[in-house]
């Protein structure tokens, strides 16, 4: 099975036994802070792919770094995946978690590139633009600054 397949299955059973619980915001918040990390420290995520590190010791050093940090869910789930062997996908399923956590609250991504920052009334009128082509309820807008852009804007 790839990867993408199993953190899906993995990020919705997840997703559906975290609004079930009723913890659905605070493991959210928890797969988005272990998806921060995992970007910023290739290091840790290295570390969870190699084959060579023993998974006991994996799931020691995640027991370490998000013990009392994050919610018994999402420590439940990191648990269950290192037992399997599987802690290499970790930060799929985080990724995963999120994506399909914006399906459910209708949660539209979008990316704005431009030459300069966007002023905060230009940022609202760009949010109302996807919101009315996407006819989602809000909208989750990333900005990013290119200098070679001489005009204008590319929104995707």
Known sequence: MSEFRAASRYAKSLLELAEEKGVLEEVHKDMLSFHELCNENR?????????????????????????????????????????????????????????????LKKIEVAKVTTAVPLSPELRTQFEDLVKKISAKDSVELSEVVDKDIIGGYVLK
């Open 43 to 103: 290091e840790f995520t290295l570390m969870l792919k190699n084959p060579i590190i023993k998974h006991d010791k994996k799931r020691a050093i995640l027991e370490k770094v998000f013990k009392g940090k994050v919610n018994d869910l999402t420590m439940a789930i990191f648990d269950i995946i290192t037992r399997k062997n599987r802690e290499g996908i970790l930060p799929a399923i985080a990724k995963e978690f999120h994506n399909q956590y914006n399906l």
